[in-house]
């Protein structure tokens, strides 16, 4: 679980985050949306410890994350994995050696036990053979597949993606939305995920937040999310004229 209390962020004076409250459960992908530039990125990067929020506070279970000291923020991020925009995989490591980074630097497990571990990931994201490969040598979606086995590496109770279908085809984009929602529910991990995709809503947003200018202006599940009253939300949910139709139709 993540409790998210009164967040505020401002950079030289701007206020980017204007005090966000949500809380994340386990099990379950927790979805950020809103329009470019509304403050989904900035928002991870907080939860993550890669910006420090101007005020308010961030609980890990029971641990309040800004109070903590050096020791125990680094104990805590070995339980977060991460999926950034883009792969962020490093080009000149093959597959295998991109999986391992985290485990090299997070623990004191030898050679076999890594390389057991990466063969263990990447058999979950259905990538058996891929090792030797180098990022640049595969596709889009398969880039991301190994960007998700390294966000597992470490077992993570907590898991982080920001924009994971950015890049990608309709179709790659759900097989990606699936996996990490299969991976969330087997491993009972708090996900945390921010997206323009309204079909990432529909098929796996079991929590939704709306953020618009810093402020969350909306929450709920994807089954209420299209009956909501909320204005600005109709207005980012139903952006096209086919939506607004669609919109109309089922009045
Ligand atoms: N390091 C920074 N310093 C100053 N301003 C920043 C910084 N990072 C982000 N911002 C500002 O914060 C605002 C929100 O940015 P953010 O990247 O969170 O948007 P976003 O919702 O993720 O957009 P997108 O959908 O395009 O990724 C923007 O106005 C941006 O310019
Ligand atoms: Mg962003």
Request: aromatic share 8%; proline share 2%.
């Amino acid at each position: 679980m993540i409790r998210v209390e009164n967040l505020h962020k401002e950079f030289d004076g701007k206020e980017v985050l204007k005090g966000i409250s949500i809380e994340y459960k386990a099990g379950e992908c927790s979805l950020i949306i809103g329009a470019s530039g509304s403050g989904k990125t900035v928002l991870l990067k907080n939860l993550v410890g890669l910006h420090t929020p101007t005020s308010g506070e961030i609980w890990y279970d029971d641990k309040a994350f800004t109070t903590l000291k050096e020791k125990q923020r680094k104990e805590l991020r070995k339980e977060m994995g991460m999926l950034f925009q883009g792969s962020a995989l490093f080009d000149f490591a093959t597959v295998e050696e991109n999986i391992m980074f985290p485990m090299d630097f997070f623990t004191d497990w030898s050679k076999e036990e890594k390389l057991d571990r990466a063969n263990f990931c990447l058999k979950r994201v259905h990538l058996e053979n891929a090792n030797k490969k180098y990022p640049n040598e595969l596709s889009g979606g398969m880039q991301k597949r190994v960007g998700i086995a390294r966000a597992i590496a470490l077992n993570p109770k907590y898991l982080f993606c920001d924009e994971p279908n950015s890049g990608l085809d309709p179709t790659t984009s759900i097989v990606i939305d699936r996996l990490i929602q299969e991976i969330t529910q087997e491993y009972n991990i708090t996900t945390v995920i921010n997206t323009h995709d309204m079909n990432s809503v529909m098929e796996i947003g079991d929590k939704i937040g709306f953020i618009y200018q810093g402020q969350k202006l909306w929450e709920g599940s994807n089954r209420e999310i299209l009956k909501s009253d909320c204005k600005e939300l109709n207005d980012f949910v139903f952006a096209s004229n086919m939506a607004k139709q669609l919109r109309a139709l089922m009045k």
